[in-house]
Structure formats: C-alpha cells, structure tokens
Nanobody, 126 residues
Framework: QVQLVESGGGLVQAGGSLRLSCAAS????????MGWFRQAPGKEREFVAG????????VYADSVKGRFTISRDNAKNTVYLQMDSLKPEDTAVYYC???????????????????WGQGTQVTVSS
C-alpha cells in the first residue's frame, strides 16, 4: 500500500513562487516513477510533470516548461514541484501520483498512475 500526502500549496501573487512536496509511504518509493497533475475548476485533470526513479529524467507539460521543476529525494521519500513565475492560470488543485508502470516510465495520462494524493490547492492572484 502506498500513501501520498501533498503539502505546500497556498495563495501567491502572480510572478511568485511555491514549492510543493509529496511525501510517500511504502518501501518502493525509490524505485517508482512519479508525476504531478493539476485540476482547475471546471476542467479535467492534466499532467504537469513527471520524474523517473532516479531523477535523471524529467518531462514537463508545455504550459509549465521553463517555470516549474520536478525533483525528488529518495532518502526522504519525497518528490517536489518547484513552481516559479506563477500565473493566474496555474490556479488549481495539484496532485502527486505514482506511476503504475515501474520506475523508468511515467506517462501523461491519469490511467498510467495507480496511487494518488489528496491534493493541495494553489491559488495565484493577478
């Protein structure tokens, strides 16, 4: 069983920064690929970023490329999402999730993830 708990969300002005954390329980974290998704009001949940088991490979949605950075600390069982130059359109509930396809692969579709956190709200004011 895997439990994921996000934290670090909040209210920030446009142009500001936030760092989200996702703490994972379970002995397989260091061999799992992980992803971040977000869901804005009235919209479907969308892929934001993914990272392989070692942190050597990362992928970003075009909308956040160059502004967001995903990273992980396997010793702390934690994956991070550093969000800089935030825009009002980044407002959403952010979720971390574990890839069901092992440590080397992370997809952009929800069905490719099997465990999800409860989400943390990020609100960016203009």
């Amino acid at each position: 069983q895997v439990q994921l708990v996000e934290s670090g969300g909040g209210l920030v002005q446009a142009g500001g920064s936030l760092r989200l954390s996702c703490a994972a329980s379970g002995r397989t974290f260091s061999s799992d690929a992980m992803g971040w998704f977000r869901q804005a009001p009235g919209k479907e949940r969308e892929f934001v970023a993914g990272i392989n088991w070692s942190g050597s490979t990362t992928v970003y949605a075009d909308s956040v490329k160059g502004r967001f950075t995903i990273s992980r600390d396997n010793a702390k069982n934690t994956v991070y999402l550093q969000m800089d130059s935030l825009k009002p359109e980044d407002t959403a509930v952010y979720y971390c999730a574990r890839s069901r396809r092992g440590g080397g692969y992370f997809g952009r579709a929800e069905y490719e993830y099997d465990y999800w956190g409860q989400g943390t709200q990020v609100t960016v004011s203009s």
